[in-house]
């Protein structure tokens, strides 16, 4: 690194890095505040008011722009662009230093006070923010650890009332082998879940938004936001679904003991109201408020647990053998070790369907991820050590209450026989109990089939186990009740969908979406007021599966696409699990209920539709972008490798634009044929010196492209800084494109002011084309009778970026004013100037001069674009020259020939008078034209007119003008007949002539184009390929 002078001074205390204007006042006072004193380093051991400061660690101990890696240079900064809130820019660095009047007396005290840091925004982390001086003490928000905001809410969320009330049920028609495969069947597709989750939540400083903020940010706003809005909506659901559970649990309690309060279905709603409403107030306290319910919840859930399994080892009284427990035993066992089908739900996967939302709920932690002190650490870590505590809860329960409850059981005290009974079948026998006779009636009440409530019955307090129903169901609607919100206040921020930004805004220090709280209430509540979720519950199951499938698609998409970007700390996940994963979930989704997943793939598809329609400005570097790139690059090597064939040619389109907002009728043309067809490339030349221009060209290609974006032509933009005009297109001719998506066409517009214009710049104008035939293009210039540049009509014009007098009609180039440069935005926002290429066309006629075979190319692109929407009414006229005595012969060689390239044009019509001579006032016209750019020489030899032309090559001598009389009369006679023929057409496109180089000086050329293309009311396209096939008429 470079030292900078350091002049005796007295110290001055800093904590930072050196900013550009304080270095300013050092280069030209001498004096800086942070100059050391004589004889002091960072390598001194005598201690200084430096040594404190981070001036050693940041610098070296040098007095030098340049810094060391630092933590601020890549979190989040308040102002963007401002050279003290970041590294130094790399023109600080390379460039001149040049003082900045507006920064440059930046007072000493306030460096000391900023310490060169940045300084920390809302978003910047609240260890930027602490400790600074002078700063008011801002409220801390409540951050949780990862087991009480993972693991524990996670728990509680896993676990519900299936634990109590289905999973022995499950037990016993499955057996415990099954039971054991389908939950571990479960629990595998949430473990690889939770493994996507982990390595996604590791991949960068997570956020809030829980499971919408991970997807979105991995593949996008368009997945993102369509599954942020149905996870948001399904939780809101869910706190209905789980309110109800409770409240049909409380009813039947006040139904053993007749106190209902009006009937069993009000009384459902009237609960369930009450409840959600002090759920919501529980919400509204704070996050310290819920968590601490969250704690007590899920102690209530451990003691009730730890109940039933005192209750198992607890000798079972006469009460409870007649309901069929008998403590451990193991030819029960034994028995309930093999499956036992009953009922309509009686299969494998019916009782998968029901077991299955049980293991979910394992994104209750993520869904928090904004108020989790360290999301990248607490979400993986309490994600699976809830997966691994829960599984190992259903594994431990289904084997205990199946190693001690029989299937079947009467209930009653009667059925009690002495063990080897005649006439007694039944394992019950051996235990003295005679269940024989509802067993095979089927109207047994008690036993794992037939009581739901077996877990009470087992445990050795039954109150504790509904205290544990209860807990189950209320932590999971609090939970689902705390991240709708959550998640919903994210996607409102983003303003993906309309009409939802007013739930966005947040309350207190921890943002609180309290109106996000409200509605989700109102939701859920509306749910409750139902009474009957049966419809509702299998969409919900589907929603979550559908977040699943889409986190492990997330992960595998980003380890897929091989990005530079994804580097998730925790490694232990795979991409062809998550995969798997992802597959298994979608197939999960319609074993559950198929019209259920339908729907549920179809609001996705919906809100998918929606945002890829608007297409939102958000860029988030997801995976989805990284996955374009590989596409794109993949193909384009790919395409390396393909050799050339006629039948593929594609016109590949460099259009000389200059500003592409400066000439959008070329533009239009072009894109229009071009679109979903081929490459168009808008190349603009920057005149001047490199220095200057430089920071102008990365300053506006964004909004160039923006403006081409939003007038939806799918076109690249590029530029190239050049001394002048000539130089810059050659630069673009050899640079331009990728592989074999390179340009092979030269479009520009026709110079109107080539008479007016300085010589210099006809003669580059003519040598641009001569350039484009050396380098093997077809060129194609376009003439309209208003003119291409419309920049005197915009607003651009007032700007002094571009002087239109200097190449007002060349379709290349722009000049700049010292020191000035647009605003990109404003390119994007400009109004929008409407040409004839966006319009429709009616029944005119596109008619084709082919008066000369280049290959095609005049066929080629009027064909293209008679293909559009808006061209396609027209009528395409071919016309050829000929001679009068042949003319049947040559018309149907013409019509025969264009048949065979299946163009399907039909009227050709042959010109037999193209070679008469035209009127005299037209050739008059056209010697008027050329007698300023001639020499007069007088036929003198070649010699003697080359020393006349030194320094005007442009100049026509006398014998240029008559050997090139016949082609000079051609072209008059050529635009009589345009005039005669075509007067009222959409667009002529004619083949122009060639001008041979170093023999046809540029003046004439342009008195030959604009001899042929004067006075016409339409758009007129010259077009000349390169004389190579671009049309066949052969399959191979």
Partial sequence: MAELPTPDLPPARCSGRFTISTLLGMEEGGRGPYTPTEGSSCDSAQPTQLSSSTLCTRTFGYNTVDVVPAYEHYANSKGVGDPRRGRPSLADLHSILKPDPGRRHTPVSDLQQSNGLPEAGPEAGLE???????????????????????????????????????????????????????????????????????????????????????????LGPELGGSIGLIFAFANAVAVAMHTVGFAETVRDLLQEHNSLIVDPTNDIRIIGVITVTVLLGISLAGMEWEAKAQILFFLVILVSFINYLVGTVIPATAEKQAKGFFSYRADIFAQNFVPNWRGPEGSFFGLFSIFFPSATGILAGANISGDLKDPAVAIPKGTLMAIFWTTMSYLVLSATIGACVVRDASGSLNDSVAVGSPGCEGLACSFGWNFTACTQQQSCRYGLSNYYQSMSMVSGFGPLITAGIFGATLSSALACLVSAPKVFQCLCKDQLYPLIGFFGKGYGRNSEPIRGYMLTYVIAVGFILIAELNAIAPIISNFFLCSYALINFSCFHASITNSPGWRPSFRYYSKWAALFGAVVSVVIMFLLTWWA??????????????????????????????????????????????????????????????????????????????????????????????????????????????????????????????????????????????????????????????????????????????????????????????????????????????????????????????????????????????????????????????????????????????????????????????????????????????????????????????????????????????????????????????????????????????????????????????????????????????????????????????TLSQDLRPPIILTRGNQENVLTFYCQ
């Fill in 128 to 218: 930027e923010a602490e400790g600074e001086p002078g700063r008011d003490s801002v409220p801390e928000p409540v951050r949780f650890g990862w087991v009480k905001g993972v693991m524990i809410r996670c728990m509680l969320n896993i676990w519900g009332v299936i634990l109590y009330l289905r999973l022995p049920w499950i037990t016993a028609q499955a057996g415990i082998a099954l039971t054991w495969l389908i939950i571990l069947m479960s629990v595998t597709v949430t473990t690889i879940t939770g493994l996507s989750i982990s390595a996604i939540s590791t991949n960068g400083k997570v956020k809030s938004g829980g499971t919408y903020f991970l997807i979105s940010r991995s």
């Fill in 597 to 1010: 997943a339908l729907i549920a793939f179809g609001i996705v598809i919906f809100l998918l539709g929606y945002v890829l329609y608007k297409k939102p400005d958000v860029n988030w570097g997801s995976s989805m972008q990284a996955s374009s790139y590989n596409m794109a690059l993949n193909y384009s090597v790919g395409l390396s490798e393909v050799d050339e064939h006629i039948k593929n040619y594609r016109p590949q389109c460099l259009v000389l634009t200059g500003p592409p907002n400066f000439r959008p009728a070329l533009v239009d043309f072009v894109g229009t044929f071009t679109k979903n067809l081929s490459l168009m490339l808008c190349g603009n030349v920057l005149i001047g010196p490199q220095k200057q221009k430089m920071p102008e060209s990365r300053l506006m290609a964004d909004g160039h492209t923006k403006w081409l974006m939003k007038r939806k032509i799918k076109a690249f933009y590029t530029d190239v800084v050049a001394e002048d005009l000539r130089s810059g297109v050659q630069m673009l001719i050899q640079a331009a494109g990728l592989g074999k998506m390179r340009p092979n066409i030269l479009v520009l517009g026709y110079k109107r002011n080539w008479r007016t214009a300085s010589p210099q710049s006809l003669e580059d104008y003519v040598g641009i084309l001569h350039d484009a035939f050396d380098f093997k293009y077809g060129v194609c210039l376009m003439r309209m009778k208003e003119g291409l540049n419309v920049s005197r009509v915009l607003q651009a014009h007032v700007n002094p970026t571009f002087e239109a007098a200097q190449h007002p009609e060349n379709g290349t180039g722009s000049r700049a004013a010292p020191g000035t440069a647009v605003d990109p935005t404003t390119l994007a926002s400009e109004q929008q100037a409407s040409t004839i290429f966006q319009s429709k066309q009616g029944n005119k006629t596109i008619d084709i001069y082919w008066l000369f075979d280049d290959g095609g190319l005049t066929l080629l692109i009027p064909y293209l674009l008679g293909r559009k929407k808006r061209w396609g009414k027209c009528k395409i006229r071919v016309f050829v020259g000929g001679q009068i005595n042949r003319m049947d012969e040559e018309r149907k060689a013409i019509v025969s020939l264009l048949s065979k390239f299946r163009l399907g044009f039909h009227e050709v019509h042959i010109l037999p008078d193209i070679n008469q001579k035209p009127r005299p006032e037209h050739i008059k016209r056209f010697d008027d034209l050329i007698a300023p750019f001639r020499l007069n020489d007088g036929f003198k030899d070649e010699a003697t007119v080359n020393e006349m032309r030194q320094g005007c090559p442009w100049k026509i001598s006398d014998e240029e003008v008559d050997k090139n009389r016949a082609k000079s009369l051609r072209q008059v006679r050529l635009n009589e007949i345009l005039l005669d023929y075509s007067r009222d057409a959409a667009l002529i496109a004619i083949t122009p002539p060639i001008g041979r180089k170093g023999r046809c000086p540029s003046a004439l050329y342009m008195a030959w184009l604009e």
